[in-house]
């Protein structure tokens, strides 16, 4: 089996975390954000402070898995949170273990290189694959007051 690579995504990478982006969103089967909207989005967030992305290889080959982890300070740890978002691995690519290798890699990035507290993610329910992934990987449900903490959200554009 080749060796899988994950690594932090600089500036000069951006076009290659775009594709990716881009390709996860037609995988999800949207039309929407458009390709120029990832494109300016990207070069902003990957030349910020707020945000890192990771990119991941199999071998020597190209870039064919991307995460998004976007840093915020909280006050219920009372240092970093870290939102890992848009983990996407393209499908020749898929099985191999590069999901898992690029959640380690963020999980580790996340805590010694940005000193965070807490790693959050959402994953929809039917995603059985990714479910079990992240809960071998410790992630989980953990609320000592009684019932599911649920991750929601509220759309502010007209788009979605």
Not at 15 to 43: H, K, M, Q
Request: proline fraction near 2%; include cysteine.
């Amino acid at each position: 089996m080749s060796e899988l690579r994950v690594w932090v995504a600089d500036p000069s990478e951006a076009d290659e975390v775009t594709r990716l982006l881009i390709g996860f969103r037609n995988d999800l089967g949207y039309d929407w954000p458009s390709d120029a909207s990832f494109v300016s989005g990207v070069a902003q967030l990957i030349s910020g402070d707020s945000t890192d992305y990771l990119l991941g290889a199999i071998g020597d080959g190209p870039a064919v898995g991307v995460c998004q982890l976007r840093f915020r300070y909280g006050l219920w740890q009372e240092g970093t949170d870290c939102l890992l978002e848009d983990l996407f691995v393209e499908d020749a690519a898929r099985g191999k273990g590069l999901g898992r290798a690029l959640t380690q890699f963020a999980v580790e990035h996340a805590s010694t290189a940005r000193d965070a507290r807490r790693i959050e993610l959402d994953v929809n329910e039917a995603n059985e694959e990714a479910l079990k992934l992240y809960e071998s990987l410790d992630f989980g449900i953990k609320n000592s007051h009684g019932g599911r903490d649920l991750y929601l959200r509220r759309n502010l554009s007209a788009e979605g």
